[in-house]
């Protein structure tokens, strides 16, 4: 999505998600000391592409430390157990290459990077210069803060982007009803699991009409809706709507984080240095 004179879009791109792709991409390349930076390479690579390509005004944002408050809220929310050591080390080396190649770049440590991507988002949105505002990742709760076609996302990997309508149509629910949904259904990914038996299909059906989890009456038969085993669902969230509500809490981007004052900061600069 090149920009032109007349417009403004800004990207923000998931960094975790770039060098996690690349990791798994690439062939091993090991710089002078030793260290692994296939991974680094590629992403700063590909970001220079998309520089080239006309973007303008970018902001990366990393997870610097897997773990954020939301693992005091759910013991079982994910860590960076598990992650190759090659893997974990390239995240510092990936924020200093991309700022010596003069990127803007959010580590996040007390938050995660989907909260600094979602608080941009917001950030972006709001000065009227800005046409538009592209989230680059495919994950699923940066899906809450699409826009109508001011705020998409995109999977760089596949060239989708998704609108407001785009995420209606994957999802079944509008882009405010996704951390419902995330928390009626579960995201293994992120280690949580939801509630039995609120499948994808009936969830999208029952929140697509009531927008909530607040706003489901306990008396399954005023949902019309066609779902699946309405009886038993109503019964689990009655029976575990404080844990739904905490999974919707871990579900909920945070959008207050101060990242930046004016777009004009997230202006691509050139490099001034090369770093790996």
């Known amino acids: 999505m090149p920009n032109d004179n007349s417009t403004m879009r800004v990207h923000l791109v ?19 000391q030793g260290r692994e930076v296939a991974a680094v390479r590629g992403v700063v690579a590909s970001l220079l592409s998309m520089a080239a390509a006309g973007a303008t005004h970018i902001g990366v944002a990393t997870d610097h430390v897997i773990e954020s408050f939301r693992n005091r809220l759910w013991p079982g929310y994910k860590t960076g157990d598990g992650i190759e050591s090659d893997l974990l080390a390239q995240f510092p080396l990936l ?3 991309l700022a010596d190649q003069g990127f803007v770049v959010w580590p996040m440590v007390e938050f995660e990077a989907d909260d600094a991507l979602a608080a941009a988002a917001a950030r972006a949105a709001e000065d009227p210069r800005v046409d538009q ?16 076609t001011r705020v998409v996302q995109m999977n760089r990997r596949t060239r989708t982007v998704f609108d407001e309508d ?19 259904v579960g995201d293994a990914a992120d280690g949580y699991p939801g509630l039995a038996g609120w499948g994808a299909k009936s969830t999208a059906a029952v929140l697509a009409k009531f927008g909530h989890l607040e706003a489901i009456p306990a ?15 109503a019964l689990r969230l009655a029976a575990e709507r404080d ?4 999974f919707r809490d871990l579900a ?13 900061e997230l202006r691509w600069s050139a490099p001034t240095s090369v770093s790996v």
């Not at 998931?14 to 002078?32: C, I, K, N, Q, V």
């Not at 785009?166 to 009626?184: C, E, H, N, R, T």
């Not at 844990?243 to 905490?246: H, V």
């Not at 945070?254 to 930046?260: A, E, G, V, Y």
């Open 243 to 246: 844990r739904a509500l905490l």
């Open 133 to 148: 505002v592209i989230i680059c990742t495919p994950d699923k709760d940066l899906a809450q803060c699409v826009r109508g």
């Open 166 to 184: 785009g995420i209606v149509a994957k999802f079944g629910v509008p882009p405010a009803s996704i951390p419902d949904y995330l928390a009626l």
């Open 14 to 32: 998931d960094g975790t998600y770039e060098l996690f792709r690349h990791y798994y991409a690439m062939p091993s390349a090991r710089d002078a």
């Open 252 to 264: 909920t981007l945070r959008t207050d984080i101060p990242l930046f004052g004016s777009v004009d």
């Open 95 to 97: 924020e200093q290459a």
């Open 219 to 233: 008396d399954w038969r005023t949902w019309g809706v066609n779902a699946a085993n309405p009886g038993a669902l």
